[in-house]
C-alpha cells in the first residue's frame, strides 16, 4: 500500500523525509540509500542531527542502490564519491558497514550476485528511493523485470539526458551502464521511502500511484509492497487526481 504525503516544495520534503526516517537511526538498523538530487536535503539533515544530538552511525549498516559501471571511485561523480561527500564523511558510520555497490572488475554479474546476498543477510529496514522521469527505481528502466536482482544494465536514453548535468553537459562523458540493485531486491526492504519533487516527476509520479502495474513505469510494482510512504511536492502532485 502507498501512503502519499503531500507538502509544499523540496525543503518540506526533505523535513517530512527526515521525520520519516528518525526512528530508523538507532543501532543494528540497516538503511537503504540513494544518491541523486533528491535525497540531499534529507543527507543534510542527517547530518546536522549527527553534529548537534549525537545520532551516531557506529552501530547502523547502509546498502547503496546503484553505480555507475566502469566510473573509477574517486571521480567525483561515482555514486561512492557522492556518498561519501554528502553523507559517509560527515556522520561516523563505519566504512566497512556502507555499501556502495561497485562498478569495477571482471566480474560484475558475480560481483552483483554477492551484493545481494550480502542484503538477503542483512535485510533493509527502511530504502530511501528516487524516481526517475521515466518512472525508474534505482537504475531499474522501463521494461526491467519486476522480480530482478541486482545486475548491470544499461542507462536508457532519458536518464543519461538527466544525468548530463552531473557531467559538464557533456552527454558523451555520462557512463552508460550500471549496476543496480534490482526491483526484486528493493522490494524485500521491510518499508520504502520514496520521495519526487519538481514538475519533471509529476508523470512518473502519476504512473506510479494511480496507473497500472506494469513494467511500462517500474516503480507502479511498489503498489504490491506492504509499507511504502511516497513524499510529492506541489509540482510532482500536480497529475495526482
Ligand atoms: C539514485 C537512483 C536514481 C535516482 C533517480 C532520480 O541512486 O537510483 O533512481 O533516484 O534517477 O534522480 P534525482 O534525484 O537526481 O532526480
Redesign the pocket.
Known sequence: MIKVIKVKDYEEASDKAFEVMKPFLVPGKVLG????????GLYARMVKDHEENGTSYKDICSF???EYAGLPIEHPES?YSFMHRNLFDKIDIREENAHVPSGLGEDLEGQAKKYDAMIDACPVDIQL?????DG?????EPGTPFDSGTHVTDLAES?IK??CRFFDNDISKVPTQAV??GIGTIMKAKNILL????A??AQAVKDMIEGPVDVACPASILQKHENVTVIVDEAAASLLK
Do not use: E, V
Not at 34 to 40: M, V
Open positions: 540509500l540513494a544518491t541523486g538530487s533528491t535525497p540531499l547503496n542502490l546503484d555514486y528511493l528516487g524516481i526517475g522521469s525508474h527505481i534505482a537504475f531499474n536518464t538527466d544525468n543496480t540493485q520521495i519526487a519533487t519538481g519533471n516527476k
